[in-house]
């Protein structure tokens, strides 16, 4: 029988850590209820990642176009490397901390779309920096997070250029005139002074980098500290509208329920009003009656009255 889909390991992986385990051992029974135990055997054989590893396979199974795009530069950095091309590798090394960035804004976002996820403020997003920085030197690396499957953050000192290899020229054959030795031994010394020059010229170029890299840290830290504060202020923001949220929900609570009996009683008001006016037609109806019965009796004292008069 087949092991399990695809699909399934990538649903797993996609379940935050503290969920992971449950998941696993509910995909193992149901295995085993289709009548499939090598497919049981595998799921079980699955691990738990780390938090850090979970959200770089939340990106990966979530967004696999940007992963790819990380796997392209990976490779364009490797060729840089290979090819000595220091101008080009500066370029893609800027390019390469602008997609690194982007794509641990892109976890973050992803992270506060999954309701069992940690807190904003306890995603170890510096892991997930870390293990895609790897991810653009080690292959291995690269391939696990393009599977979905990472079980821990990993790490990467960083990029820098591949020094150029110091070569010599060696010939062989006849020895060389005396004239010619010294000539080689002036060369010789020439070589040692542009050599040491151009060591002092690295050194002071490395210096020049050093402090400019120093200089970006320093801006990327204020920036750090800037976006942090601002998590912050917009997680006060969304918890005081959550409390307003709850509080006009609790009032609207109340009104529907005076509402209703207010309707309760001007149903009974209009019962009233309704019984009201049947009594109201009823009393005048008698009224009339017990009127014209009185008009007619007026009417038969008159007649009596006139009948029983005698003449003069």
Do not use: C
């Amino acid at each position: 029988m087949a092991g399990p889909p695809p699909e399934l390991v990538q649903r797993l992986y996609a379940t935050p850590p503290d969920r992971f385990v449950a998941a696993r051992d509910a995909a193992v029974a149901e295995a085993r209820r289709a009548g499939d135990p090598k497919a049981a055997r595998e799921i079980g054989r699955l691990r738990r990642p780390t938090v850090a590893a979970w959200l770089v396979n939340l990106l990966a199974i979530r967004r696999p176009e940007l992963v790819a795009d990380l796997a392209q530069l990976a490779e364009s950095l490797r060729a840089a490397q290979r090819e000595l091309r220091g101008g080009k590798l500066r370029e893609l090394s800027a390019q390469r901390r602008a997609v690194v960035g982007a794509l641990v804004s892109e976890v973050r976002k992803l992270a506060a779309a999954e309701p069992a996820a940690p807190p904003a403020g306890k995603l170890p997003l510096a892991e997930v920096e870390a293990t895609l920085n790897a991810a653009l030197s080690d292959t291995e690396v690269a391939e696990q997070i393009r599977a979905g499957r990472l079980l821990r953050a990993t790490h990467y000192a960083g990029f820098g250029e591949v020094p150029r290899p110091q070569l010599r020229l060696v010939t062989g054959g006849a020895e060389e005139p005396p004239v010619r030795e010294r000539a080689a031994e002036r060369a010789g010394a020439h070589r040692t002074r542009d050599e040491r020059a151009a060591e002092r010229a690295a050194r002071a170029e490395r210096a020049k980098r050093r402090r400019a890299l120093e200089r970006e840290l320093a801006q990327a830290r204020g920036d750090l500290d800037r976006a942090e504060q601002e998590l912050t202020e917009a997680v006060g923001s969304e918890r005081d509208g959550s409390a307003t949220l709850d509080r006009i929900e609790t009032e609207l609570a109340e009104l529907e329920r005076r509402r209703a009996v207010a309707e309760q009683e001007l149903s009974r008001a209009k019962l009233a009003r309704r019984g009201a006016e049947r009594s109201v037609t009823a009393a005048r109806r008698r009224t009339g009656e017990v009127e014209a019965a009185l008009e007619a009796l007026a009417a038969e004292a008159g007649d009596a009255d006139a009948g029983g008069d005698p003449a003069d």
